[in-house]
């Protein structure tokens, strides 16, 4: 990692040296890697980037950790599609999809957690672990066994099945927590305290996080080295929205894009929106909500990243939407039957914000937009709930015509 | 003796409540203030607490009971 300087807080500026924090120590502030981007302009030019892995890792002089290490499960580079179809529907078109759901273990969250791991290893700790609804913990497993390293996964109990087995396939130990949320998140905090784990989104809070900027990298490299006009992305924590920033003003300042002018929208379920409702109301407090929406993904009733959400969406003049939750559905299939692709509920509720932001003409015909799809639909089929209707027949011609007349009918 | 670093969000009703004074006299908590904005529709405050496990955690419910919200420092933890 040769162009990292130190991690600093991002409320009073305290500088500490690499290494597994989270809080500074005085004001209890987050604290985030800087960087020498002197170094790193000189390091780096477009061709040296596209000369590199089809992987996030050809970003690597933007992130905390030495290339060569990496654990590197092949993510990122995912494809950045021109939604011609989905775009004519909602009268868009320049619209693109960067679906972030092919990667490894189906989400974004393999960006950070492929940074985290090789950042833990680094640090020599023997146990990875996490607390997740969902995502996160698929990814931490199989980085987990990838790296050799014991892993523990908490996660509330109420989830949907194809994330938890698709966490328990890569043999982590899986800890299921009574009670909601709040519960959860607060035991996890004290388990980190107490124990030497290499906890992704507690103690390595600030590696976790640089890894999601890869996601503004690649939308920009994808462009053809430009910024869109406007992103709309899904927001929980808030943590990937700033990120997604950060990484398209690194490659402005460090001149590999020019004229960046994007507007960062951030989509939430409206039964878990207290960033947008805090936009909504001009307030740079965001009140805590408790969560109870579809988009289980999403339900940080208490983002952590809220304040700094807050401040891209003013910096940036994007529009905090929230999306109906009997709308994150449509979104879902509206995706799958104009583009074909298979999204889960946070993608459901981008594109049915997304939408929004057109109607509300925030969003014009001509303009560059990117959607980001972050987690695959096979891991949230409950959701969908009962909504396929087969004709039913028997395996003989007569009876098969009746049906088919009666169900093109209908 | 242990420490822990929580933050209060006060709804605006709770503003004018002296939780945080009641919290050091009634459970003999030390209550370190480290950073806090209050306005009038409402305000948060992160702060360390020096005690007792146990009171520490009868305080927090008391806090808790009165209306205001108790968070870990930080925010939710948990991501997707
Ligand atoms: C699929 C998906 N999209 C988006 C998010 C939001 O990310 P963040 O917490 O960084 O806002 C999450 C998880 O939190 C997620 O699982
Ligand atoms: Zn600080």
């Not at chain 2, 009165?66 to 991501?79: A, K, M, S």
């Amino acid at each position: 990692m040769p162009h990292v300087k130190c991690l600093r807080c991002r409320e009073c500026g305290s500088e500490y040296p690499i290494e597994p924090l989270n809080a500074c120590e005085f004001c209890f502030g987050p604290l985030e890697v800087e960087y020498d981007y002197e170094s790193i302009s000189k390091a780096v030019s477009r061709e040296s980037i596209a000369a590199g892995p089809n992987t996030m890792w050809r970003y690597h002089d933007f992130l905390p950790v030495d290339r060569e290490l990496a654990i590197d499960i092949s993510t990122g580079f995912t494809p950045l599609i021109h939604a011609k179809n989905l775009g004519s529907q909602l009268g868009l078109d320049k619209l693109y999809i960067k679906n972030d759901s092919v990667n490894p273990t189906y989400s974004f969250k393999d960006r950070p957690v492929s940074v985290t791991t090789t950042k833990a290893l680094e640090f020599e700790f023997e146990v990875l672990a996490c607390v997740s609804t969902g995502n996160l913990m698929g990814s931490v497993a199989a980085h987990g066994a990838k790296a050799g390293m014991k892993t523990m996964v908490f996660y509330p109990a109420d989830l949907e099945q194809g994330k938890i087995q698709g966490a328990a396939v890569y043999g982590p130990t899986m800890v299921a927590v009574t009670g909601n949320y709040d519960h959860a998140n607060r035991f996890c905090s004290e388990l980190a305290d107490n124990h030497r784990w290499a906890f992704v989104n507690i103690n390595m809070r600030p590696f976790y996080a640089e890894g999601s900027k890869t996601l503004g990298y690649e939308v920009a490299e994808q462009l053809g080295w430009k910024a869109p006009d406007h992103c709309v992305v899904p927001g929980a924590s808030g943590e990937l929205h700033t990120k997604i920033w950060k990484g398209l003003q690194e490659f402005n300042d460090i001149g590999l894009i020019e004229n960046l002018k994007t507007k960062m929208h951030l989509a939430q379920p409206e039964g878990c929106s207290p960033i947008v409702g805090a936009f909504e109301t001009g307030s740079d407090h965001v009140t805590p909500v408790r969560p109870e929406t579809l988009a289980k993904s999403l339900a940080i009733g208490n983002p952590a990243a809220g304040p700094y959400s807050l401040e891209v969406l003013k910096e940036t003049d994007g529009t905090g939407v929230y999306a109906e939750e009997n709308t994150i559905i449509d979104g879902i299939k509206l995706l799958a039957e104009t583009e074909g692709i298979f999204t889960e509920t946070a993608g459901g509720v981008v594109i049915s914000s997304l939408k929004k932001l057109v109607e509300q003409g925030k969003i014009k015909r001509d303009e560059v937009t990117v959607a980001y799809v972050t987690g695959n639909g096979l891991k949230t089929m409950e959701a969908m709930g009962d909504f396929v209707e087969p004709i039913q027949t028997t395996p003989d011609y007569e009876t098969f015509q009746t049906a088919l007349a009666a169900a093109q009918k209908s | 003796m242990s420490t822990k670093r929580v933050r209060f969000t006060f709804p605006s009703e709770l503003i004018k409540e002296p939780v945080i004074y009641k919290l050091g006299i009634d459970f003999e908590i030390v209550t370190n203030i480290r950073r806090a904005d209050v306005r009038d529709s409402m305000g948060w405050v992160v702060l360390e607490l020096e005690g007792d496990d146990e009171i520490i955690k009868d305080g927090l419910d008391w806090v808790a009971s009165t209306g205001v919200r108790v968070d870990p420092v930080g925010g939710d933890i948990i991501e997707g």
